[in-house]
């Protein structure tokens, strides 16, 4: 491949302003995500007592509500990771952040107050369009911050827009918890007197608006951030590499940073970038070629995507099952309170053990490398979820509500997903693919994984719930949880051997440097010429 420049300069470019920026900016969006997908479980506490009573919300409710964003997010994911390549990172960027911005205020304004059958529809509804633009601003995010960044700190600068999740997830529990409490100080005369009537479900009228609220506050950092969005130049590497326009790279790259472009000024005079035709065309997205090249590559990312999201996302589910710092039962506990203690475990979570793990992998990411890191969790994870489930049924069951050892070892399964394989799936197919396939193919990788969190929160939900028919309830069963936490100790360890077996490094190299390594150990296998691909 002809030696460009201007994304030599990128590469060798030193720490500066822009570079923090990019990341705010991405990492904004995703800030944005995790608030949207992880409120959904205060909600639907909330939800449970207004518009269902006595009745159980049902597991098949339960399991909708959960998993239509992240259906969305998955579908997002493929469409607009598509369209990335195809059109630019920038122009689809500012569409995926308008929509979510619409959504999230759909979701607060559906429709009906009394019918819940209508009510859960519509919220269905709003939440799938708003996992479409979730999933879009994952592909981008991460394709946008590798393309920006030296690689030096590129795994870095790429776990610090991830890391906002923590952030996003710990802001839905603090606003969660704020418009209870402040909803509750307004209505606290409605509660007393439904508490003298002797109302078994405390969920006054005003309580349909708090839902509504918190869903529509995640529209806030989502609008802040689209200007800046707008601001943000095409990345030099889609520039130069799929439009072929070495030139105007350059140009982009000293509006908004301090590159030396020296050499690269030369260059663009001389060069039209006129690639050969085995170049720019040599193969298509899908082809045999393709597969044989970067076959190995996607499955890997997309297979380590997809066992850490049933072990991540099962694990924020059970979360709000399985502990309840509460010893009244859910019927008796006015509507506020359950959901706010519901966000309070999240947010002791988030504080404790989640945005934790974010940031040692940001400090150690470049330092050890992705592969480790990764395989390392998934190991650690297992461990932990090994430990906890063996003596499930007979020891941590009966005493969860008050053992603070079962807390340390649930966060610790948080630490060793974030500081490890939640962060190291979304960093490394940013920097594997070349150019022209790289945001579609973190997009399947991140769609592969969605369908994990769907598979792990649909057939959890339904093999730990057990229903107590002459009470309604459903709750979690001992026994079956136990199952879930052995089963999920083996997708772990699936996950260290997938990881150990397929999964190349790609620390210290740059974008490019990796996808010759991959066509060189491809071509030297088949004892086949090396053709430059771009």
């Known amino acids: 491949m002809p030696e460009l420049r201007v994304l030599s300069a990128l590469d060798a470019a ?3 302003w822009y570079h923090f920026k990019a990341i705010m900016i991405a990492g904004l969006g ?52 598509y369209l990335g390549d195809r059109v630019g990172r920038r122009k689809v960027y500012g569409l995926c952040l308008l929509i979510m911005v619409f959504s999230s205020f759909g979701c607060g304004f559906s429709v009906c107050t009394t019918r819940r059958s209508c009510v859960m529809a519509s919220l269905a509804f709003f939440r799938f369009v708003l996992g479409l633009g979730i999933g879009g601003d994952y592909p981008l995010s991460a394709t946008i911050m590798s393309e920006f960044a030296n690689k ?11 890391s906002m999740q923590g952030l996003g997830i710990l802001m839905s529990s603090a606003v969660t918890m704020a418009v209870c409490e402040a909803f509750k100080m307004a209505g606290e005369g409605s509660l007393e007197k439904m508490e003298a009537a002797g109302v078994e479900t405390l969920a006054p009228a005003e309580s349909d608006i708090a839902w509504r609220l918190i869903l529509m506050i995640g529209a806030i950092p989502a609008a802040l951030t689209f200007y800046w969005r707008m601001l943000m130049p095409e990345t030099a590497r889609y ?50 070629r393709f597969f044989s090249l970067h076959g190995r590559d996607l ?34 506990t006015n509507v506020y309170d359950s959901a706010f203690e519901v966000a309070k475990l999240a947010a002791i979570v988030a504080a404790c053990s989640t945005i934790p793990g974010y940031w040692f992998t940001v400090y150690f990411i470049d330092r050890i490398g992705r592969v480790k890191i990764q395989l390392m969790g998934f190991f650690c994870m297992a461990v932990v979820y090994l430990v906890a489930g063996v003596p499930y049924s007979w020891y941590w069951s009966k005493h969860e509500k008050t053992n603070k050892g079962f807390m340390v070892l649930y966060g610790l399964i948080f630490f060793f997903s ?34 994990g969190a769907i598979v792990g929160t649909v057939g959890f939900l339904w093999a730990t719930q057990h229903e107590e028919e002459d009470k309604g309830e459903v709750f979690p069963d001992a026994r079956r949880v136990r199952i ?12 260290v051997f997938v990881t150990y077996f397929y999964t190349r490094e790609t620390m210290g190299r740059s974008l490019e440097e990796n996808e010759e390594d991959e066509i060189d150990s ?13």
Request: proline share 4%; with cysteine; net charge neutral.
């Open 522 to 534: 491809t071509c030297a296998s088949s004892g086949n010429e090396v053709f430059p691909i771009e």
């Open 239 to 288: 520039t130069a590499l799929v439009e072929n326009n070495a030139r105007q790279a350059a140009k982009d790259m000293q509006k908004v940073m301090s590159v030396s472009m020296s050499q690269v000024a030369e260059d663009t005079l001389s060069e039209t970038l006129e690639l050969p035709p085995s170049t720019s065309s040599s193969y298509k997205l899908f082809s045999r």
């Open 299 to 332: 499955f890997a990312a997309s297979a380590n995507w997809f066992l850490v999201d049933v072990v991540f996302y099962t694990s924020n589910l059970l979360l709000s099952q399985i502990f309840s710092f509460s010893n009244k039962p859910l019927n008796s």
């Open 484 to 495: 879930a936490f052995l089963i999920l100790g083996a997708v772990c360890i699936a996950g």
């Open 30 to 81: 995703l800030f944005t995500d995790a608030y949207d997908l992880f409120c959904i479980a205060p909600i639907m506490k909330m939800i449970s007592q207004i518009y269902y009573h006595k009745d159980s919300i049902g597991t098949a409710v339960l399991s909708i509500s959960y998993v239509i964003a992240l259906f969305g997010t998955a579908l997002g994911q493929l469409i607009f990771g």
């Open 418 to 451: 974030n500081f490890g394989p939640n962060t190291t799936t979304f960093i490394i197919p940013a920097e594997l693919f070349p150019a022209r396939f790289r945001s579609t193919c973190h997009g399947i990788s991140g769609a592969a994984g969605k369908f």
């Open 14 to 16: 030193r720490l500066q």
């Open 152 to 162: 030096k700190t590129r795994g870095a600068f790429i776990a610090a827009v991830f």
